[in-house]
């Protein structure tokens, strides 16, 4: 029996929760799981927007059968072709052979290399209707939100944004469908975890859509993962403003990379000076440890960021290169940045951070220190001076 939420009269939301993927995109962790959402209206003529990942696909296809009974599917809306999304067009198109299948210029050649289909196609343009009887439709463009093909369908009727990726949350829906039918505290990480990767190098193109979507009233978001946006949309089109323009709230995020614990100890006692002038969100990372996406989220959160490495070969210790290579390639931008670490024999991580910093346009704060074995008093002493410098930036960008 299909498991169907009613957006409004005739729209229904089919949504599969995985909990059996491990990463998101073969790289993303999912300890939470992921959603996809498919959505079907049934209007005089009825229509699909966007399906699955290919294992639900049969599933997908008896829910469609069950709701739409003798009825056949007239249109199916391709919004993304991202295979986390157009995993089951094969089976549809099968069910339906006589489908129409509705996408931009961009979408056919992908649906084409991905699935071999070059049929049955209706191309719609920026602003385009599809009427289905009481229903209309209506199509924007968002380029990169998150491939170039990225659409969104406006629900000129009922007022729905079928948003695709944009606005979209990794964590299965536990019961809890709507925004107000579920604790949306527990749902912020995963929103911002998956904005910061999935979306955040697209900042720009972000903006274009929020600045386009502006003028239309919407009553529900409906994005392609995660919780249905209705009581809270306000709050999520500020947070994508915010994250989209690279905004950072006051807090610092310490990462360090360290082998034998003493860059380590260096990060314990900047955290505890920034607590001690008077900063009040605090997080400490070992960069071999936790998952880059779990640390990206949070220097996407805050404004502050100090990084410390070990030397390692002559250079910087590989995972802290690692999570500097992803954060170069979001290009984010306004932050505050402090600089320490380990020298040992030959030294290397310092300077790399510093190089970061220059490429990144990060903005440095207080001087490096880099302990040449284990922190001396007077190394320690440098770590309050950073500490202090970052937390009078921060309480000055408060002001
Ligand atoms: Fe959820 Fe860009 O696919």
């Not at 911002?192 to 190098?201: A, F, P, Q, T």
Request: hydrophobic share 40%; aromatic share 12%; charged share 25%.
């Amino acid at each position: 029996m299909a498991l169907k939420v009613k957006l409004s009269e005739r729209v229904y939301w089919l949504g599969f929760n995985d909990r059996r993927k491990h990463l998101f995109e073969n790289q993303w962790p999912l300890e939470k799981g992921v959603t996809y959402n498919a959505y079907l209206i049934d209007d005089e003529k009825t229509a699909l927007i966007d399906t699955a990942e290919a294992p639900f696909s049969g599933e997908l296809v008896d829910w469609i059968q069950e709701l739409l009974g003798e009825k056949t599917l007239d249109y199916l809306i391709i919004n993304h072709m991202e295979p986390d999304h157009s995993g089951a067009i094969k089976e549809v198109v099968q069910a339906y052979p006589n489908v129409i299948i509705v996408g931009n210029r961009k979408t056919f050649p992908i649906l084409e290399g991905f699935y071999g289909i070059t049929k049955n196609l209706h191309e719609v343009s920026e602003g385009d209707n599809l009427n289905l009887g009481k229903h209309t439709l209506q199509f924007f463009m968002i380029p990169m939100v998150h491939w170039p093909e990225s659409m969104v369908t406006y629900d000129v009727t009922d007022k729905i944004l079928f948003s695709n990726d944009a606005f979209g949350s990794f964590g299965t829906l536990n019961g809890g469908v709507f925004d107000d039918e579920l604790d949306l505290t527990c749902f912020n990480e995963e929103i911002r975890r998956y904005y910061s990767n999935i979306v955040g190098k697209y900042g720009a193109q972000v903006q274009k859509a929020l600045s386009k979507l502006s003028g239309i009233e919407i009553k529900l978001i409906a994005p392609s993962h995660g919780l249905i946006w209705r009581s809270q949309i306000p709050y999520i089109i500020e947070k994508y403003n915010n994250w989209s323009t690279h905004k950072g709230e006051p807090g610092v995020v310490v990462v360090f990379g360290s082998m034998y614990g003493n860059t380590e100890r260096m990060a314990d006692y900047i955290a505890r000076f920034l607590i001690e002038a008077g900063v009040k969100n605090v997080k400490v990372y070992d960069s071999a440890k936790t998952h880059t996406s779990y640390i990206i989220n949070d220097i996407w959160k805050y404004k502050g960021v100090i990084f410390g490495s070990c030397a390692y070969n002559g250079g910087i210790f590989p995972p802290m290169a690692h999570l500097m290579s992803d954060l170069e390639h979001y290009g984010l931008r306004e932050r505050y940045l402090g600089v320490f670490g380990s020298a040992s024999w030959g030294g290397g991580g310092v300077r790399a951070i510093t190089k970061f910093a220059d490429e990144i346009k990060w903005d440095l704060v207080g001087e490096s220190v880099e302990a040449r074995c284990a922190p001396s008093v007077s190394d320690v002493e440098r770590c309050r001076e950073i500490a202090n410098a970052m937390a009078a930036k921060l309480l000055d960008s408060k002001q």
